[in-house]
């Protein structure tokens, strides 16, 4: 059974910094693309940051580019996402999602609160 489990959220002072940790279990990320999403109240869900394994590619929302930094381990079972200079926009629920290369199934975690406030 496939699994992705978030950590890393909470409470975050404006302008602080926070790493969230998505862990897999079940498969590993090896031909997936990786990807963390997040969700603010009243919001819809909108993508923040990937990586694909194939080349290590990365891509960043404008929101986040030069502020954030998404990366993997190398045993393809964690994907990380660095953020510096959090502000109160940044306040939402936010979501791991493996995507395989091939099949193209989706998997999605529990999502995680963070909480930009002093």
């Known amino acids: 059974q496939v699994s992705l489990v978030e950590s890393g959220g909470g409470l975050v002072q404006p302008g602080g910094s926070m790493r969230l940790t998505c862990t897999a279990s079940?498969?590993?990320?090896?031909?997936?693309?990786v990807a963390w999403y997040r969700q603010a109240p009243g919001k819809e869900r909108d993508l923040v940051a990937s990586i694909t394994t194939e080349g290590m590619s990365t891509y960043y929302a404008d929101s986040v580019k030069g502020r954030s930094t998404i990366s993997m381990d190398g045993a393809y079972t964690t994907v990380y996402l660095q953020m510096s200079r959090l502000q109160p926009d940044d306040t939402a629920v936010y979501y791991c999602k493996a995507r395989n290369l091939w099949t193209h199934i989706d998997y999605w975690g529990q999502g995680i609160q963070v909480t930009v406030n002093s």
């Open positions: 079940g498969i590993t990320f090896r031909l997936y693309n």
